[in-house]
């Protein structure tokens, strides 16, 4: 279970103050992988950052009772001078985990041959969100966090790996995937909700969430 109880974030932009959440409350419960549509701008990364644990509320209290992932993407454990191998031996040992299957999934999954023996520092963008989601995958959580969805790459192969990996996944564990496209959440999200004006608002479907959605964002 992760639950948000009054939380509120904000940020000084130098201009003016950005509310990324208003006393917002929400549970997300195991089994029920929920869908946050958000628009551009609005706190996204930040939302997802918090329930990672990787940014503090300003206000409120946030309640991890589970194994919650780090946010798809996310390099902060990740050293650039070491390479594949070495950062994935050290996640795993971290995790309570055996080096050797994580090192051989990943190496398995990303797909970057020669590059997995190479400093992470020397990646395209692309085989960074390769490795990065392979690593994810590899270490066992109760809630997978995704922002925007599967890594923007051009490898079909491991598109399709991925893809297969990620939906078994959803049917033993909990995916909380944060997006501005209603289209990204159909394939992940059961239940789904909106981030407008620092507000959280929960609905029972997707088809709900975009109403409200659609409303705020063409008006």
């Not at 990620?166 to 995937?177: A, C, D, G, S």
Request: proline content about 3%.
């Amino acid at each position: 279970m992760l639950e948000f109880n009054n939380v509120s974030k904000s940020f000084w932009t130098g201009k003016q103050r950005k509310v990324i959440l208003d006393r917002a409350s929400f549970r997300v419960e195991l089994g029920n992988s929920l869908g946050i549509l958000a628009p551009n701008g609005t706190g996204k990364t930040t939302l997802i950052n918090m329930m990672a644990g990787l940014e503090k509320p300003d206000e409120g209290s946030i309640t991890r009772a589970c194994r919650i992932s780090f946010p798809l993407g996310f390099m902060g454990g990740v050293v650039n001078r070491h390479t594949a191998k070495e950062n994935c031996r050290y996640i795993a040992r971290l995790y309570g985990l055996d080096p050797d299957y994580v090192e051989a999934f990943c190496r398995w999954l990303s797909g970057i041959e020669e590059y997995f023996d190479m400093p992470v520092g020397t990646y395209s963008q692309g085989m960074r969100a390769r490795f990065t989601f392979a690593l994810m995958l590899s270490l066992d959580f109760d809630i997978y966090l995704i922002d925007e969805g599967m890594p923007r790459t051009t490898d079909a192969e491991f598109n399709r790996k991925a893809g297969e990996i990620l939906k078994e996944r959803l049917e033993t564990t909990t995916v909380i995937i944060v997006s501005h496209q209603a289209d990204t959440l159909e394939k992940f999200a059961r239940s789904a909700a909106v981030l407008m004006d620092g507000h959280i608002h929960m609905f029972d479907t997707l088809e709900e969430a975009k109403v409200l959605y659609d409303y705020e964002t063409q008006s």
